[in-house]
T-cell receptor
Framework: EPEVTQTPSHQVTQMGQEVILRCVPI?????FYWYRQILGQKVEFLVS????????KSEIFDDQFSVERPDGSNFTLKIRSTKLEDSAMYFC?????????????FGPGTRLTVL | AQSVSQHNHHVILSEAASLELGCNYSYGGTVNLFWYVQYPGQHLQLLLK??????LVKGIKGFEAEFIKSKFSFNLRKPSVQWSDTAEYFC?????????FGKGTRLHILP
């Protein structure tokens, strides 16, 4: 069964450094998402992406964040200058369609630790 | 604003006990509801979903959930839990193409 994959599984970085989190969505999916879960808190929506454009972003997704689909398979989340409060589990998701009736498939997550 | 509330943060049960995890949502539009499970060290997996039709939805591993529109609820149930059901369970609603999650319920099953 096709799955969403994410790399790395765990990333440790120093405050102020740039990080890139990578995701390979399911191959025939066209809609991509990032979510994050700060330890002990709920999973929160960050951004949705379709046709090489951001469709929607939350207030968490400020200028320090960017997303890109650099080739036909990868979907990346970049944090330009990490802060301590960016430490979280980051989940990528993809779906074949959009809207309220779509089912999003989640990856295993990348645990980001900012020191 | 859209929100999802899960009543229990941590539940401990013995094997063979019955399970009910509460979930209430707040959303003005057409609701599409989900329960996800996250086993230790693993990724989020879909347990079951409700889009329309029969409000009693059956999912994988013997789980079911009932959508009660008048109560804005979507409680998860299982008649007899197993040790392998130890995991974190998330109720969620699809609100205009983004998933809104509850805070999760950590379920611990005693062997």
């Amino acid at each position: 069964e096709p799955e969403v994959t994410q790399t790395p599984s765990h990333q440790v970085t120093q405050m102020g450094q740039e990080v890139i989190l990578r995701c390979v969505p399911i191959s025939n999916h066209l809609y991509f998402y990032w979510y994050r879960q700060i330890l002990g808190q709920k999973v929160e929506f960050l951004v949705s992406f379709y046709n090489n454009e951001i469709s929607e972003k939350s207030e968490i997704f400020d200028d320090q964040f960017s997303v890109e689909r650099p080739d036909g398979s990868n979907f990346t989340l970049k944090i330009r200058s990490t802060k301590l409060e960016d430490s979280a589990m980051y989940f990528c998701a993809s779906s074949a369609s959009s809207g309220s009736y779509n089912e999003q498939f989640f990856g295993p997550g990348t645990r980001l630790t900012v020191l | 604003a859209q929100s999802v509330s899960q009543h229990n943060h941590h539940v401990i049960l013995s094997e063979a006990a019955s399970l009910e995890l509460g979930c209430n949502y707040s959303y003005g539009g057409t609701v599409n509801l989900f329960w996800y499970v996250q086993y230790p060290g693993q990724h989020l997996q879909l347990l079951l979903k409700y889009f329309s039709g029969d409000p009693l939805v059956k999912g994988i591993k013997g789980f079911e959930a009932e959508f009660i529109k008048s109560k804005f609820s979507f409680n998860l149930r299982k008649p007899s839990v197993q040790w392998s059901d130890t995991a974190e369970y998330f109720c969620a609603v699809n609100a205009d193409d983004k998933i809104i999650f509850g805070k999760g319920t950590r379920l611990h099953i005693l062997p």
